[in-house]
């Protein structure tokens, strides 16, 4: 007697057989580590929060594990692939493992920090274990091409996860710390561990949690907002007088911090996103 069932989620053995099967060497350029853990991937869906009404997007499925775990409970699934031979085995690894669910699921063949449409309905979430070596780039280019996105959670590097929660004034507060507060409130939301990976990275794993916010509302462009971001921390020790000399004249980097109110001599891990708006403001386009 058939019934509807969830889906099978992957275990250690299933994913060394899926990889096998492709001839697969998870590669360090492309940042693989496949999840290998049924209980962290189900973690990852429950603090992510997404449920029967969100059409959510992942980033560099891989094998599909966390994939299956999002189809327990998503209503549907669009994930981002750049490897031609894991699109090519995901669909028949989703018909398999979750033959109920695999009409909720798309994969589409791009680069996620070059793709600019996705099919189907708007997606409402991000969740992802995203490429290492790209996650910043990745996280933000999303976060500008998709405004319907409401919330997400990301598993990234450890530090990385750090320095995209990061506060003003704390030492890793940074260009990935201001940008991403620029579209999102940012919280860390758990530490994952190495060995639920194959092969097991050589760095800790964090997780972090997101909810779109209203960009601050400003006369200056984003990307003049972020100009000044970039060069407030291009010399990390510097003041703001000296780096923002790099975008006007002295005389206009100094009206413009005294208009912001901002103190000349601070530097940019001091301010926040509405600082660095302010600023922007009044220095010339």
Known sequence: MSTSAGPRLLGPA??????AR???RPTKQRGQNFVIDANTVRRIVRES????????????????SLTLALLEVAGRVVAIEVDDKLVGLLPETIATYAPDQADRFEV?????????????????ALVANLPYNVS????LH???LLPSLERGLVMVQAEVADRLAAQPGSKVYGVPSVKAAWYADVRRAGAIGRNVFWPAPNVDSGLVAWTRREPPTTTATREQVFAVVDAAFAQRRKALRGVLRVLA???????????????????????????????AERLPA
């Not at 299933?14 to 990889?19: F, G, I, T």
């Not at 997404?50 to 980033?59: F, K, L, P, Q, R």
């Not at 980097?253 to 302010?278: H, Q």
Request: aromatic residues 2%; proline residues 9%; without cysteine.
């Open 136 to 139: 910043v780039p990745v996280l």
């Open 249 to 279: 004249p002295s005389e206009a980097v100094d009206a413009a911090l005294a208009g912001a109110g901002i103190d000349p001599l601070a530097r940019g891990e001091t301010l926040t996103v509405d600082d660095f708006v302010r600023i």
């Open 14 to 19: 299933d994913v060394r057989s899926l990889a």
């Open 142 to 144: 999303l976060l500008q």
């Open 49 to 64: 929060g997404v449920g029967a009404d969100d059409v959510v997007v992942e980033v560099g499925p891989g094998l599909g």
């Open 22 to 24: 492709l001839d697969l």
């Open 108 to 124: 589409v063949l791009a680069d996620a920090m070059r793709v600019q449409e996705l099919p189907g309905p708007e997606p409402t």
